[in-house]
């Protein structure tokens, strides 16, 4: 079992929809949660952290954490083409690394 | 703030021939740097792993004599591809991480490398 699972899509959404990001994990000990925005071509981003369960909103963003059932979700309210890219999920566990997911590519259609 | 910069962002160099890659934080001190390869279509690759004055941990599968890298100071680190080989042409990615701000990481713009 991979530590970080993604849905690798494409996940396809009209413009002005709401794009649902989900990414499971398998590691209790994950500490703290992000998500990575990666454009074709493009070095990753950083577009939201999470630590606490809950939800944490930032702008059109809003990333979800649930530590018992072990998954972070991001939503992305008001989908843009300008949105359409990769999302890297990401999880720090202590130690050195930051464990990724594979991504989920996104399309957003005009 | 969080800015990591990469230099150069391309370079095109000839088999058998060595390339330096760098990578610095601006506004902040790096306790751990990365450094990621990419191939098109393709995930992250992580290489390896620095501290601040310490080798670096290589992934497996990662030539260490190949890879060169050094972390000498909490603001660069370079990356030194040695005796490079079309086969070694890809985008590397650096990333720092600094403990001040609760364990995130950020990503440098990359360097697209073109050995022929």
């Known amino acids: 079992q991979k530590e970080v699972e993604q849905n690798s899509g494409p996940l396809s959404v009209p413009e002005g929809a709401i794009a649902s990001l989900n990414c499971t994990y398998s590691?209790?000990?994950?500490?703290?949660f992000f998500w990575y925005r990666q454009y074709s071509g493009k070095s990753p981003e950083l577009i939201m952290s999470i630590y606490s369960n809950g939800d944490k909103e930032d702008g059109r963003f809003t990333a979800q954490l649930n530590k018992a059932s072990q998954y972070v979700s991001l939503l992305i309210r008001d989908s843009q083409p300008s949105d359409s890219a990769t999302y890297l999920c990401?999880?720090?566990?202590?130690?050195?690394?930051?464990?990724f997911g594979a991504g989920t590519r996104l399309f957003v259609k005009a | 703030g969080a800015v990591v910069s990469q230099h150069p962002s391309w370079v095109i160099c000839k088999s058998g021939t060595s390339v330096k890659i760098e990578c610095r934080s601006l506004d902040f001190q790096a306790t751990t740097m990365f450094w990621y390869r990419q191939f098109p279509k393709q995930s992250l690759m992580l290489m390896a792993t620095?501290?601040?004055?310490?080798?670096?941990?290589?992934e497996q599968g990662v030539e260490k004599d190949k890879f060169l890298i050094n972390h000498a100071s909490l603001t660069l680190s370079t990356l030194t591809v040695t005796s490079a080989h079309p086969e070694d042409s890809s985008f590397y990615i650096c990333s720092a991480r600094s403990l001040a701000r609760t364990y995130e990481q950020y990503f440098g713009p990359g360097t697209r490398l073109t050995v022929t």
């Open positions: 990401a999880l720090y566990t202590g130690g050195f690394k930051t464990i």
């Open positions: 620095s501290n601040e004055g310490s080798k670096a941990t290589y």
């Open positions: 590691d209790r000990v994950s500490q703290s």
